[in-house]
């Protein structure tokens, strides 16, 4: 049951940790995202920047004309900047807490993988050693039951502890 119970902690934490590293690849890729996007509004602002300082300077009527126009332009992309920036922190905001239930889970299951694989280390260990004192029992019986065969075979039938050397 404890070997069992083993095995479904160990696929419980598995599919967790897949999990995990899942939320991980998708908190990167937002924050890459995240990265463009800032990027991109720099850039955007810096062009916007440029064209209000040449509104500034005197000039023909077409060059304002064209410097007002590039300007409108540039709406377009800040807002689809400024969108896919509100998006990946909406994003961004969801996949922290995630993590952090995912991280704790995580622990805790390997807590319990760790008691559990302890528990049956001790079950296999309490189990030797009642075969231990069984086989003892038996060489007993055997030996009280039949004295001849100690005289005859005593490397099979030594002391309850000592294991003969040929079956070493």
Do not use: F, Y
């Not at 969801?94 to 079950?123: F, G, I, N, W």
Request: net charge negative; with cysteine; proline share 4%.
């Amino acid at each position: 049951a404890v070997t069992t119970e083993e095995v479904a902690l160990i696929s419980d934490l598995a599919a967790l940790e897949s999990q995990r590293q899942n939320a991980l690849a998708e908190r990167a890729a937002v924050e890459r995202a995240l990265a463009i996007a800032d990027e991109q509004l720099a850039e955007l602002k810096s062009q916007r920047a440029t064209l209000e300082a040449g509104l500034k300077r005197p000039g023909p009527a077409q060059t304002v004309a064209a410097i007002v126009s590039t300007l409108a332009e540039l709406e377009g992309p800040a807002g689809d900047a400024a969108s896919q920036k509100a998006a990946a922190h909406e994003k961004l905001d969801t996949l922290t807490p995630l993590l952090a239930d995912l991280d704790r889970r995580c622990a805790e299951l390997t807590s319990r993988v760790e008691k559990v694989a302890r528990t049956r280390q001790q079950a296999e260990a309490e189990l030797a050693a009642i075969r231990l004192r069984h086989m003892a029992e038996l060489n007993r019986a055997l030996t009280a039951r039949w004295p001849e065969a100690t005289e005859a075979k005593p490397a099979l039938l030594a002391s309850d502890t000592d294991v003969p050397k040929r079956l070493m």
